[in-house]
């Protein structure tokens, strides 16, 4: 199984700044990688596809970068409404689709 | 809009039967791909089975193969998930989500939540 971890677990970081999450693959996803938000009791939301691409109504402080193993979902600016749980999710190994663990965003 | 509402989820005892359904509006349901996902409580995302647009492909993960079964009615635009010889680990909130073009998960519902516990 293709097996995707995340770093690190919980961040805190303050309104207003940047936040850098870290996705690693164990091996290469050729560039299918996704990035999800997910809030207490909701469901997850798109955010990036395609590891860079940024899903529709997405704001342009999420951005999203990296190849092969090693991908960061970037949050420039933080805002309130920001603090969640990220995931990353490879689509290369279809349809065994495998999530990371999620990292918390949480205020600092 | 496109909207994905589950329901079906409950408490069950080990060894009993649920079935969830998903019910989708705002697209052509026929076009698209669908997935039930799962997440334990306070635990992450796992893929639970996949149906391709006609039902002809059928997937499942292997934790759930013989006793779970997908399946999908595209005149009621409905999405099903028949759970047997159900499991404590079993337990988690299930999602329905539809797969984009490129396969990766760009709607999901609300979610259902499945207990198994005596």
């Known amino acids: 199984e293709l097996v995707m971890t995340q770093s690190p677990a919980t961040l805190s970081v303050s309104p207003g700044e940047r936040a850098t999450l870290s996705c690693r693959a164990s091996q290469s996803v050729n560039g299918k990688l996704a990035w999800y938000q997910q809030k207490p009791g909701q469901a997850p939301r798109l955010l990036i596809y395609g590891a860079s691409t940024r899903a529709t109504g997405i704001p342009a402080r999420f951005s999203g970068s990296g190849s092969g193993t090693e991908f960061t979902l970037t949050i420039s600016g933080l805002q309130s409404e920001d603090f969640a749980v990220y995931y990353c999710q490879q689509y290369n190994n279809w349809p065994m689709y495998t999530f990371g663990q999620g990292t918390k965003l949480e205020i600092k | 809009e496109v909207q994905l509402v589950e329901s079906g989820g409950g408490l069950v005892q080990p060894g009993g039967s649920l079935r969830l359904s998903c019910a989708a509006s705002?697209?052509?349901?026929?076009?698209?791909?669908l997935n039930w996902v799962r997440q334990a409580p306070g635990e992450g995302l796992e893929w639970v089975s996949y149906?391709?647009?006609?039902?002809?492909?059928?997937l499942y993960r292997d934790s759930v193969k013989g006793r779970f079964t997908i399946s999908r009615d595209n005149a009621k635009n409905s999405l099903y998930l028949q759970m047997n010889s159900l499991r404590a680990e079993d337990t988690a909130v299930y999602y329905c989500?539809?797969?984009?073009?490129?396969?990766?998960?760009?709607?999901w519902g609300q979610g259902t939540l499945v207990a198994v516990s005596a």
């Open positions: 705002g697209f052509t349901f026929s076009s698209h791909e």
């Open positions: 149906i391709s647009g006609s039902g002809s492909t059928i």
């Open positions: 989500a539809r797969l984009a073009d490129l396969p990766y998960f760009d709607s």
